[in-house]
């Protein structure tokens, strides 16, 4: 399995408040992306990162923001967290062998927001 | 981004073959077809990738016809441990590729 984690695991906060979920990667990969996983929907992705300081946002980036500035982690900002950010999060780095390429996914993150 | 088209849900029991078909009708011709499995509380884990005809690893094969509309994913002698949604992506290598989920398949395999 390829080296992903994410910190936190769980969390909950309150509404108006930021929140940062790391993901951080041992395997040197070139891409990186955060994505939501809500109940009855499969996952859409947030932002997404194809190299140190380069990202670009997905289908669902209102209210977040993402950093890179190391190629081991990314970050994702939720700068006033609402409750409807309350989801699953998911981070995945992107292994690129000759002309395809597979993604892989990290444990995820449960966040609440009350 | 090619849409995904794949059965809401599906049941089998324990050692058989189970088959999951996908439809992209709309795939392009630098696109390949992943298939990826969740478990609950789990990201998806990755199973098989192809671009025609057939891919065979150690747990399952991918069948893509001449037209590459369709996919099947074969997975088999299911076994309990395999209930899990399934989802079907196409999309094309290159920079950052964007992978559009669809609401996959549950698969539920019953004693």
């Known amino acids: 399995d390829a080296g992903i984690t994410q910190s936190p695991r769980h969390k909950v906060t309150e509404t108006g408040t930021p929140v940062t979920l790391r993901c951080h990667q041992t395997e040197n990969h070139r891409y990186m992306y955060w994505y939501r996983q809500d109940p009855g929907h499969g996952l859409r992705l947030i932002h997404y990162s194809y190299g140190v300081k380069d990202t670009d946002k997905g289908e669902v980036s209102d209210g977040y923001s993402v950093s890179r500035s190391k190629t081991e982690d990314f970050l994702l900002t939720l700068e006033s967290a609402t409750s409807s950010q309350t989801s699953v999060y998911f981070c995945?780095?992107?292994?690129?062998?000759?002309?395809?390429?597979?993604?892989?996914f990290g444990p995820g993150t449960r966040l609440l927001v009350l | 981004l090619a849409k995904t088209t794949q059965p809401i849900s599906m049941d089998s029991y324990e050692g058989q073959e189970v088959n999951i078909t996908c439809s992209h009708n709309?795939?392009?011709?630098?696109?390949?077809i992943t298939w990826y499995q969740q478990f609950p509380s789990q990201g998806p884990r990755f199973i098989i990738q192809g671009y025609k005809t057939k891919v065979t690893n150690e747990v399952a094969s991918l069948f893509i016809p001449a037209d590459r509309k369709s996919s099947t994913l074969s997975l088999p002698r299911v076994s309990l441990s395999d209930t899990a949604v399934y989802y079907c992506l196409v999309g094309a290598s290159g920079s950052a590729r964007q992978l559009t989920f669809g609401s996959g398949t549950q698969l539920t395999v019953l004693p």
């Open positions: 709309n795939i392009a011709t630098n696109d390949y």
């Open positions: 995945a780095i992107s292994d690129k062998r000759g002309v395809q390429e597979t993604q892989y």
